[in-house]
Nanobody, 126 residues
Framework: QVQLVESGGGSVQAGGSLRLSCALS????????MGWFRQAPGKEREGIAT???????VYRDVVRGRFTISRDNAKNALHLQMNSLKPEDTAMYYC????????????????????WGQGTQVTVSS
């Protein structure tokens, strides 16, 4: 059974930084494309960054240049370094995993992902 566990959320002032982490257990991590999603109150869940098994990365425009996604296949870990945070980045953040042939999927669409973590809250104050 694949499980994802996020960590690293918290509260920070605008302009600050946070680093989120996600650990996958229960299967071979390198076979999975991984993504970070977020959902603010009253809004739909949106994909903000994804990295596939080959290290191909896509960002949503609103976070490009501020957020950095990375993965460590040796440690089954996914990270999201968030810099220059803004109040509008306040949301529940989720990591997600999709197992596809050779882990090649590159997508910010939530319905492409099968496994989800429980979420970690990020709050940015002005």
């Amino acid at each position: 059974q694949v499980q994802l566990v996020e960590s690293g959320g918290g509260s920070v002032q605008a302009g600050g930084s946070l680093r989120l982490s996600c650990a996958l257990s229960g299967d071979t991590y390198s076979r999975y494309s991984m993504g970070w999603f977020r959902q603010a109150p009253g809004k739909e869940r949106e994909g903000i960054a994804t990295i596939n098994g080959l290290g191909v990365i896509v960002y949503r425009d609103v976070v490009r240049g501020r957020f950095t996604i990375s993965r460590d296949n040796a440690k089954n870990a996914l990270h999201l370094q968030m810099n220059s945070l803004k109040p509008e980045d306040t949301a529940m953040y989720y990591c997600a995993a999709a197992r596809t042939p050779e882990g090649l999927l590159v997508s910010l669409a939530a319905d492409e992902y099968t496994y989800w973590g429980q979420g970690t809250q990020v709050t940015v104050s002005s």
